[in-house]
């Protein structure tokens, strides 16, 4: 019981913080410098990877919330393993 817990309390926190904090770090790497220019090389890769981490965790919540719809209109089943 406390192993269930443990895990419902980690993936709480990854998610409940772990998903902004992600977002906010690229926009922070993604930003201009402080002399104006653009950002470029590591930092313009590490904050779009970042904001495609955030991406794909929000497209994966949407179809997961919508799934019986989206499988009612459309057939397909977007966690079949549900």
């Known amino acids: 019981m406390l192993q269930s817990l443990l895990m419902v309390l980690g993936v709480g ?14 926009i922070h790497f993604l930003s201009p410098t402080e002399d104006g220019t653009g950002a470029s090389g590591v930092r313009r890769f590490v904050g779009w990877a970042f904001l495609a981490i955030v991406l ?7 179809l997961l919330i919508a799934r019986e719809r989206i499988e009612y209109f459309t057939g397909w089943d977007p966690y079949p393993f549900l």
């Open 13 to 26: 926190m990854l998610l409940g913080a772990g998903l902004p904090a992600l977002f906010s770090l690229s």
């Open 56 to 62: 794909v965790a929000v497209v994966a919540a949407i």
